[in-house]
């Protein structure tokens, strides 16, 4: 059971000589504080009892605000404890701190997003930030009004917001502020199936969105809701994906990578040399030819990250390092950017050469606008090269899980890739594999 006090914090000592009292949570020998915001000299604390002694002021006051905030706490442990589910200090601390607060799914997704920003993934926090804005669309949908009007509608705010962003002094932490500190239209508590079946409809229906991207939304809802439960803000009972109610069913599309044929097509087409279809192809040979490597990762590259022949990085998706023999083909697109390189720290490719190293947000932002302009060249390139397939950067990922095929071992390809968990890699590639299917086929057709 959970041991539960009021304590005297005595490392953090005011100017005024005051020190601040802290209710201490100890459970499984792991102790956590929630403070009270109150603060008392140290000779006004009696330490046995646990309470103000009667020579400060307003010593009863005090006292009963202490117990009142210990009593809280105490429930709250002893509430877990008749649930039978483990609990640690840190769960009843979290609980306690949202104790009859009112936190809203967008004031707490809101924070998400920001923690995520500050965290510099950018990206990620990006996404996460219009969906916010695709729910609040979702609670404005009036479904008597006729579904032009309401496109136009959401067309026009996402225009508006997208001009504000670019305009001088922006500041993306204001604006998630601005928008959701203070909203409280949509708690936990009101998203039920009917809610999320709903929102789906809504989401196919007038946002145009896919399939995946729908499915990309209710696992970032589904996120907020463990995540929300964790911290005592809402209780499990809520929960709308538990057991057979809203279940996230993730389907895999189909990957289609370029052959041997095409890619020698691509490493073979007459370009001007340091034209923006040169460097294009040679960005995408060059993750190609270390097994795909994202393009933000071929972007960020240093010469520092080559010694010895082999590339050493760190992926920015998980932070994983990876070193790598770099192969013949690699070293010749190396050769052409030596006379470019400034320095043993410059990047190896142009297009981030003008960024602020210093400013994650600066080197995410020119490697986005980056992947723009490289994934326009490769429809070029590819009308050029006669491949009729679509070719995109991430299509250098799947051009060699397609010429892979079965060759190499699933622990190998594992490494090349990158991914965590085996299964992953073997799902991956079986989009790939098609030898067995073919010959089913043929079996029953020609025989």
């Keep these: ?16 000589s005051t020190f601040p009292l802290a209710v201490r949570i100890t ?20 330490n046995d009892l646990c309470r103000v002694k009667k020579s400060c002021p307003n010593s009863a006051r005090l006292n009963n605000f202490l117990l009142k905030k210990l009593l809280e706490v105490d429930n709250i442990a002893l509430e877990a404890e008749g649930s039978k589910n483990f609990i640690s200090s840190s769960d009843i601390k979290n609980r ?56 136009n509608g959401i067309k026009e705010r996402r225009r508006k917001r997208v001009g504000r962003s670019r305009k001088p002094g922006y500041s993306f932490v204001d604006e998630v502020r601005r928008q959701f500190e203070k909203d409280t239209t949509l708690y936990f508590e009101d998203i039920k199936e009917s809610f999320l079946t709903n929102y789906k409809i809504f989401c196919i229906s007038y946002l145009n969105q896919k399939t995946r991207t729908v499915t990309n939304q209710l696992v970032f809802i589904r996120t907020l809701f463990n995540a929300a439960i964790k911290e005592g803000i809402v209780d499990a009972k809520y929960y709308p994906f538990a057991g057979e109610k809203e279940r996230i069913r993730i389907k895999s599309g189909h990957k289609i990578g370029l052959n041997r044929e095409e890619i020698g097509r691509l490493e073979n087409v007459q370009l001007e040399e ?37 590339l050493y990085y760190v992926m920015n998706k998980n932070e994983k390092p990876l070193s790598l023999k770099i ?33 994650k947000r600066d080197i995410f932002v020119k490697s986005r606008n980056a992947t723009k302009t490289l994934n326009k060249c490769l ?3 590819a009308e050029k090269c006669g491949i009729k397939k679509n070719l995109s950067n991430h299509i250098a990922r799947h051009s060699f899980g397609n010429i892979a095929g079965d060759a190499i071992s699933p622990l190998m390809l594992q490494k090349l890739y990158r991914h965590s968990d085996l299964q992953t890699t073997i799902n991956y590639q079986a989009n790939f594999i098609h030898r067995d299917a073919d010959d089913a086929l043929d079996a029953v057709l020609n025989s």
Excluded at 106 to 125: D, E, P, T
Excluded at 276 to 284: G, Y
Aim: proline fraction near 1%; aromatic fraction near 16%; include cysteine.
């Design 1 to 16: 059971m959970a041991s539960i006090k009021i304590v005297l914090w005595k490392h953090d000592q005011k100017k005024d």
């Design 274 to 310: 340091e034209s923006a279809m040169w460097h294009t192809r040679n960005v995408w040979l060059f993750s190609y030819y270390f097994a795909g490597i994202r393009i933000s990762d071929v972007l960020q590259m240093k010469w520092s990250d080559l010694k010895d022949g082999r």
């Design 27 to 46: 459970q499984n020998r792991k102790t956590r504080y929630i403070f009270t915001g109150k603060y008392i000299l140290e000779e006004h604390w009696n």
């Design 96 to 151: 306690a701190k949202h104790k009859g607060r009112a936190i809203s799914f967008f004031q707490f997704g809101a924070q998400r997003v920001l923690n995520k920003y500050q965290a510099g993934v950018f990206s990620v926090c990006k996404s996460d930030l219009s969906i916010l804005f695709n729910l609040r669309e979702f609670l404005k949908w009036n479904k008597f009004e006729d579904r032009e009007t309401v496109v």
């Design 327 to 359: 192969p013949d083909k690699a070293k010749v697109i190396l050769d052409m950017y030596k006379s470019s390189q400034l320095s043993h720290e410059d990047y190896i490719f142009p297009y981030l050469k003008k960024a602020n190293t210093a400013s």
């Design 379 to 381: 429809k070029q390139i």
